[in-house]
T-cell receptor
Framework: NAGVTQTPKFRILKIGQSMTLQCAQD?????MYWYRQDPGMGLKLIYY???????DKGEVPNGYNVSRSTTEDFPLRLELAAPSQTSVYFC???????????FGPGTRLTVL | EDQVTQSPEALRLQEGESSSLNCSYT??????LFWYRQDPGKGPEFLFT???AGEEKEKERLKATLTKKESFLHITAPKPEDSATYLC???????????FGRGTSLIVHP
C-alpha cells in the first residue's frame, strides 16, 4: 500500500494564480481531510469529506474548494492565490471519523 | 469552542533523561484523544489513540495516559532518534472534527 500520496511536493505560485493540490489514498477510507500547517501552529482543518460526493467546511475554508468524485481522490483547489495561503498542506484519511488519521507527506506552497 | 493546549512548546533533554509532555483539552464529549509524531518535512505519524479516562497505552519508550482534562506523553530514557514534534488532537462528540494542539518540539541530545 502506498497509503496517502500528495502531489506536488513543492510549488511556487504568483498572486492571483490558481492550482490544484492532488491527494489520493489506497486504503479504501471513507473519510478524507485537508489541513494546513503554518510555522509554530497546529494543523488547521480546511475541508473534509465523509464519502464520495459529500464534502464539508472545516475551520479555515475561505479561498479553497474541494470535490470528491471517487473514494480514492480528494483534490484541493486554490483559486486566486494570496500570500496568506503560503503554508504546508497535508491530506489525511481515516476509516471512521473517530479513527486514526493517516497523513500524506505534504505539499509546501509559497505564494509570491 | 473546542481547545487543545500543549506544553511545553519546546523541550530539550539529555539522552536517558525521562520527562513528560502535556496536552490539556476542552471539548464537548471527547470521542478520542490522539498523539502523533512529526519529523521535519514530513506528515504526522500516528502513535496512540485514547478513548476514556484512565486508559494507558505504551510503545517502546513512550507511554500515553488520559484523564478527564488532559493527556500525558511520558518518555522514558529517551534517545536522540526520539527527537521530533509531538502533536496532540482531540475529537469531540459535537462536531467530530479533530482539534490539534500546536505541538511540543522535543530535542534529545546524545
Amino acid at each position: 500500500n502506498a497509503g496517502v500520496t500528495q502531489t506536488p511536493k513543492f510549488r511556487i505560485l504568483k498572486i492571483g494564480q490558481s492550482m490544484t493540490l492532488q491527494c489520493a489514498q489506497d486504503m479504501n477510507h471513507n473519510y478524507m481531510y485537508w489541513y494546513r500547517q503554518d510555522p509554530g501552529m497546529g494543523l488547521k482543518l480546511i475541508y473534509y469529506s465523509v464519502g464520495a460526493g459529500i464534502t464539508d467546511k472545516g475551520e479555515v475554508p475561505n479561498g479553497y474548494n474541494v470535490s470528491r468524485s471517487t473514494t480514492e481522490d480528494f483534490p484541493l483547489r486554490l483559486e486566486l492565490a494570496a500570500p496568506s495561503q503560503t503554508s504546508v498542506y497535508f491530506c489525511a484519511s481515516s476509516s471512521d471519523r473517530t479513527d486514526t488519521q493517516y497523513f500524506g507527506p505534504g505539499t509546501r506552497l509559497t505564494v509570491l | 469552542e473546542d481547545q487543545v493546549t500543549q506544553s511545553p512548546e519546546a523541550l530539550r533533554l539529555q539522552e536517558g533523561e525521562s520527562s513528560s509532555l502535556n496536552c490539556s483539552y476542552t471539548v464537548s464529549g471527547l470521542r478520542g484523544l490522539f498523539w502523533y509524531r512529526q519529523d521535519p518535512g514530513k506528515g504526522p505519524e500516528f502513535l496512540f489513540t485514547l478513548y476514556s479516562a484512565g486508559e494507558e497505552k505504551e510503545k517502546e519508550r513512550l507511554k500515553a495516559t488520559l484523564t478527564k482534562k488532559e493527556s500525558f506523553l511520558h518518555i522514558t530514557a529517551p534517545k536522540p532518534e526520539d527527537s521530533a514534534t509531538y502533536l496532540c488532537a482531540a475529537v469531540s462528540g459535537g462536531s467530530y472534527i479533530p482539534t490539534f494542539g500546536r505541538g511540543t518540539s522535543l530535542i534529545v541530545h546524545p
